[in-house]
């Protein structure tokens, strides 16, 4: 295994739009609102049963055409935020607007540009996981790098496998 790996990362819209989506979909706070969200529906279907007499008749009709769009459009909203953060980091974060560098050793890993230099040492990382197009390491449950695997080549791709598996961090990286 090679001292250090570094890499000239290589980051783009469908990169950080799936990561993005894939830290939302799969975190605590958005499972909690998606729960809100059902129990929420779940109360108007029980208000729309509930009534019985011809009196409320506009209310029923109201309640039941707008939760079914309101229940449709939900998903829609949530992707276009995500779409929309995505655009915005990709656009407005000045680190990756400039070269910078990944650095790879046993102690931490670094993220090294023109203006800024910073070095995340792999006993406070939380987690790592691995997707089809890039890493995920996890500095805490909510926040992450993305590390694009179109940076790396085959060989420190692999050199890279096997410094996370050589380092005592939770992580499921494919073989």
């Known amino acids: 295994m090679i001292d250090e790996i570094v890499i000239k990362p290589n980051f783009n819209f469908e990169i950080l739009f799936n990561a993005n989506l894939y830290m939302t979909i799969f975190s605590k706070v958005s499972n909690l609102i998606l729960v809100v969200f059902y129990i929420i529906f779940l109360f108007c279907i029980l208000i729309i049963v509930s009534f019985d007499d011809e009196s409320s008749t506009f209310l029923k009709?109201?309640?039941?055409?707008?939760?079914?769009?309101?229940?449709?459009?939900?998903?829609?909203?949530?992707?276009?935020?995500?779409?929309?953060?995505?655009?915005?980091?990709?656009?407005?974060?000045?680190?990756?607007k400039e070269k910078f560098d990944f650095i790879f050793n046993e102690k931490y890993f670094q993220e090294k540009g023109e203006t800024f230099d910073l070095k995340h040492y792999w006993d406070k990382i939380l987690k790592?996981?691995?997707?089809?197009?890039?890493?995920?390491?996890?500095?805490?449950?909510r926040k992450a790098n993305i590390i694009p695997?179109?940076?790396?080549?085959?060989?420190?791709?692999?050199?890279?496998?096997?410094?996370?598996?050589?380092?005592?961090?939770?992580?499921?990286?494919?073989?």
Do not use: C, G, M, W
């Open 61 to 96: 009709q109201v309640l039941n055409t707008s939760h079914i769009y309101l229940f449709l459009l939900f998903p829609l909203i949530i992707l276009f935020f995500i779409y929309y953060s995505s655009k915005k980091q990709l656009s407005n974060n000045y680190r990756l």
């Open 128 to 141: 790592i996981k691995e997707r089809r197009n890039y890493f995920l390491i996890y500095h805490n449950k």
């Open 149 to 175: 695997k179109n940076s790396f080549n085959k060989t420190q791709l692999a050199d890279f496998k096997l410094l996370i598996k050589s380092i005592d961090i939770k992580s499921n990286l494919k073989p």
